[in-house]
């Protein structure tokens, strides 16, 4: 079992009557290790996911989804986890919070 934190989507805080805006998420799991990276963008039948390894996640390939989920503040924890430290998920949440005012979502994965 796998859970994964919901840390960065670029609707986190949608206004009343603002216009429609095309959803992209990056969520992160780091226990058990390896760390996996969740990217996630578009809205019911049109939505599309992929789970990814630290090095797929980081390799440039989705700077541009980082970018427009604005998740460009976990760059500095995932590249931490590459080069072989520690992330604790209590750190991620804690920045969060002091980001959002609330504690992130979570998900719980059947698969690997």
Not at 32 to 49: I, M
Not at 53 to 69: N, Q
């Amino acid at each position: 079992m796998r859970r994964f934190l919901m840390l960065a989507s670029n609707r986190l805080v949608l206004e009343p009557g603002a216009p429609y805006l095309y959803p992209y998420s990056v969520d992160v799991s780091v226990s058990p290790l390896p760390a996996k990276v969740g990217f996630s963008e578009g809205d019911a039948h049109g939505a599309h996911g992929s789970v990814v390894c630290l090095d797929e996640a980081l390799s440039g390939r989705w700077d541009e989804h980082f970018a427009k989920a604005e998740a460009e503040w976990l760059l500095p924890y995932l590249l931490r986890l590459q080069a072989g430290g520690r992330v604790e998920e209590f750190e991620l949440i804690a920045d969060f919070e002091r980001r959002n005012g609330y504690a992130p979502r979570t998900v719980e994965s059947q698969g690997e």
